[in-house]
């Protein structure tokens, strides 16, 4: 009884840290891309910058508001199969926002 117990606490353990490593990564992927953004980089290219750091399959918006850009990147974590399957994958996500630089 013990053994897959402890089965069962270890793989939501991991489980949990994937969910954290995914929300870093989206962190690191919507500050990156707010920042391409706020040099005047093109959508597409803001977009590119964003998937380059964001876990794999995520979703990229970005939103121009007078003054302002703001990126937002979505990831689906994967579950683990098994006894965990029944439970809906956790959505990782981060916004930044940069006021864009002054063009000479």
């Known amino acids: 009884m013990a053994l897959p117990t402890l089965a069962v606490v270890v793989a939501t353990a991991l489980w949990g840290i994937s969910v954290a490593a995914a ?55 994967g579950v683990i199969g098994g006894v965990l399957a029944h439970l809906p994958a956790p959505v990782a996500a981060a916004t930044a926002v940069a006021v864009p630089e002054p063009t000479s």
């Open 23 to 77: 929300r870093v990564q989206c962190v690191d992927a919507a500050h990156n891309a707010a920042r391409a953004a706020a040099r005047g980089e093109p959508d597409a290219a803001v977009t590119a910058v964003a998937r380059a750091a964001a876990p794999a399959g995520a979703t990229v918006f970005v939103q121009h508001n007078v003054g302002a850009v703001a990126v937002v990147v979505r990831a689906r974590v």
